[in-house]
């Protein structure tokens, strides 16, 4: 009887710790993002890659495929060797709807990379090399250090490690490394006194030029309306 009771027991305890695990490996688990609507997609760039023998890490240079795309280059870290790899890149106008907004921070701009289940459950860790232009950060007043990668993971916006790698006249290029592939966001935080006076900077400038012209020339007009009094008061002498 005490041995039939042990042998229920033990039958319930490994039925729980199965659904447990099972229920953990789902949630962890990673599914492709929905295809985002053509009507916010600026760029759609479709990459794939084969080779010869299986690989571990498959580095793209995404600019051979499309140099106007954010994203400038991936390395993906698999779990196990692969012989392909191919995933899509979107370029967006805007969120997507199932995408929060990001905590504390605000947007530049986001994309999302699109891949078969096969490839996101064999990613260990991603590389993302991408490009602002410089253009857009000095027009919204932004400062650099404060630029991160975010990604969506089970239902929020996290951070990820971000650091500015190069430059050139036109862009600034940051690296993150993720553990997926996703929904992303490029963030920034808003500096208070930057985000009100930023804009008004120039305008500021352009007044103090324009009254000190105006300084300039008034002086110039008494200096000549003092000596033709002069050179007429003697010419009555």
């Known amino acids: 009887m ?39 997609i600026i760029r759609e ?35 196990e060797p692969a012989f392909t790899a191919s995933f899509t890149i979107y370029l967006l106008a805007e969120k ?5 907004d990001p905590k504390d921070r605000v947007a530049l701009f986001y994309f999302t990379i699109r891949a078969h289940e096969a490839l996101l459950e064999n990613v260990d860790s991603v590389k993302i ?12 007043g932004v400062d650099e250090k404060t630029i991160t990668l975010d990604w969506l993971l089970e239902g929020a916006l996290q951070e990820l490690p971000t650091k500015k790698v190069d430059e050139d006249e036109r862009f600034l290029f940051f690296e993150a490394e993720s553990s997926g592939l996703s929904h992303f966001a490029v963030t920034y935080i808003v500096t208070p006194f930057l985000w009100y006076i930023t804009p008004f900077l120039w305008w500021i400038g352009v007044i103090i030029v324009i009254v000190a012209a105006a300084i300039i ?8 309306s003092l000596r033709k009094t002069y050179v007429t008061s003697l010419k009555i002498i």
Not at 45 to 68: G, L, N
Request: no cysteine.
């Open 96 to 100: 997507p709807r199932e995408v929060p």
């Open 45 to 79: 760039t479709p990459i794939m890659v084969s080779y010869t023998e299986p690989q571990r890490a498959i580095t793209i240079d995404i600019t051979q495929f499309d140099p106007e795309q954010v994203v400038k280059k991936i390395t993906l870290t698999l779990k």
């Open 129 to 140: 090399t991408f490009a602002i232009e410089k253009a857009l950060l000095e027009e919204r």
């Open 217 to 224: 020339m008034a002086e110039i007009w008494i200096n000549r």
């Open 2 to 40: 005490k041995a039939r009771k042990f042998s229920v027991r033990t039958v319930t305890v490994l039925v729980v710790l199965l659904v447990f695990v099972s229920a953990t490996n789902t949630a962890l688990a990673q599914y492709p993002p929905p295809t985002p609507p053509a009507s916010i």
